[in-house]
Structures are given as C-alpha cells and as structure tokens.
C-alpha cells in the first residue's frame, strides 16, 4: 500500500492550527497527509520556551507513526490536529488525546514520517528549524520566519535558529518565504532575509514586497491586525501563492 510524505505545520507563537487552513487544504488536495498543531495552554504571560517547543516535534512525529500501524484502508487526505500539550513545572507533557475517528485512523495511516516536510510561520519557522535535526525531516518551508528578538532575547532555553542554520552545514534543503513589510514583527536581523542568507546552498526564497507578517495566516483578530503592519497586497493572494510554492 502506498504511503504518503507527511507535512508538519508549526503555528507562530500564540496562533492556533485553524489560522493556516488555506495550506492544509490546499496540501491534503495534492494527497500529502498534512497534521497541523498547537499549544492551547500557552500565553502571553505563560509562554512556552523554544527548547520545550521543538521537544513536541519528534513526539508528533512518534505519534502520527504509532497510527500508522493500524490497518491502512482508502486514500488519505488528513487535517489533524495532534495537539494539545501542557505545562508542567517547566516541562512539557503530552496528555491522552481523544481517540481517532475511524476515518482519521484511516487517513493517518498512509503517513510516511521518513519524508517530513516541516513547515514553520513566524516563530514556528525558528521551531522547524531546530527541530530538523530529526532524521525524518527531510526539508523545511518557512513563511516569515521569526530568530531571538528583544521581545525573546538568546539565551539556553530559547536558542538561536540562524547559529544553529550556519553551524549545520549539512542542512536539508530549505524554502523561505518573507513579507516586505513585516519589520515591526520579525526585525532586520531576525528575519527571512538572515534564514536565507545563512541557509545552505539548497534553498529557494521568495519575497512579498507590499505583504504583512500576518497576512499568510486567516481568521486574523482585531489584536493581530493591530500588531503588525499590513500592505496593500490582499491577503488572498499571499495565501495563493504561499500554498502554491508549497506544493511545488
């Protein structure tokens, strides 16, 4: 039975998994088995650090192969969310999640872990980043993506994703997608422009000129609108044409 190359979607730092339907879509439609995620119990106040962060990632990617083993029937298209993690001390725990749907188990079935794509916006970009160390990641998508900031300065437990980029030079091949306008949210320094610079050779960039930092996620509220800037191109279209670059 076939299996499919999974596609792992990491939310920007407080974003919820629904916020990036357009690229689950789009994605599931190609036959791709797409899972996105979520912290639900992170705030503002109570964020979850990036050591703790990129820890879920091969624990997602466990998860998603316990279900493979189960008796794999029809073709998959899946958009599941293998979420919710809490906060303990300082350490994350995965608690017992609902059961899978009959449907879902067969979806999830014919995911292929071995050949993960992980896609990151804004802070998930720097989350896929560290976390690509895992063997079954074999290329990374990063859509306006986010290193340390004055907001989340370096330090041990929230590490540098670019130091780590320039340190590997056996890198997997990276795709980095940047907004022309998202400066008040991803600095000069922490943005797309130093990933791609410090990427290795296999990489590909591409560069709204006139688009926001939030304009590639949907169902924006009122706070995220007043964040960070937006340009004159429609949302829509950075959406398109993001989801199009990803299943090139």
């Known amino acids: 039975v ?12 407080l974003l919820k998994a629904p916020q990036y339907d357009v690229y689950a879509t789009k994605l599931a439609s190609f036959g791709y088995v797409v899972v996105r995620w979520d912290i639900p119990s992170e ?8 050591v703790d962060t990129v820890a879920c990632i091969p624990q997602i990617l466990d998860w998603i192969d316990t279900n493979c083993h189960r008796e794999r029937i029809g073709k998959a298209r899946l958009d599941a969310i293998a979420a919710a ?11 017992p999640r609902p059961p899978l749907t009959p449907d879902e188990a067969q979806e999830l079935s014919f995911a292929d872990t071995s050949r ?3 896609v990151g916006h804004s802070r998930g970009g720097k989350i896929a980043v560290l976390a690509s160390i895992d063997p079954r990641i074999k290329s990374l998508f990063l859509i306006d993506p986010v290193d340390n900031t004055r907001y989340a300065p370096k330090s041990e437990r929230f590490p540098s994703a670019l130091e780590a980029l320039k340190a590997n030079s056996n890198s997997v091949p990276i795709a980095v997608i940047g907004a ?5 949210c991803a600095p000069i320094g922490s943005n797309f422009e130093s990933f791609f ?22 169902k ?4 995220q609108r007043s964040v960070c800037n937006e340009g004159k191109l429609p949302d829509s279209v950075v959406q398109h044409v993001t989801a199009t670059a990803l299943t090139v």
């Open 43 to 50: 705030t503002l106040s109570r964020p979850i650090d990036d």
């Open 2 to 13: 076939s299996r499919f190359p999974t596609i792992l979607i990491n939310p920007g730092f």
């Open 116 to 118: 993960t794509l992980l």
């Open 220 to 223: 924006k509220t009122d706070v």
């Open 180 to 184: 022309g306008r998202g400066g008040d």
């Open 85 to 95: 993690t809490e906060m303990d001390g300082k350490s994350l725990s995965t608690p």
């Open 197 to 218: 610079d410090a990427a290795p050779a296999a990489r590909l960039g591409v560069v709204f000129p006139n688009a926001g930092h939030f304009q590639f996620i949907n």
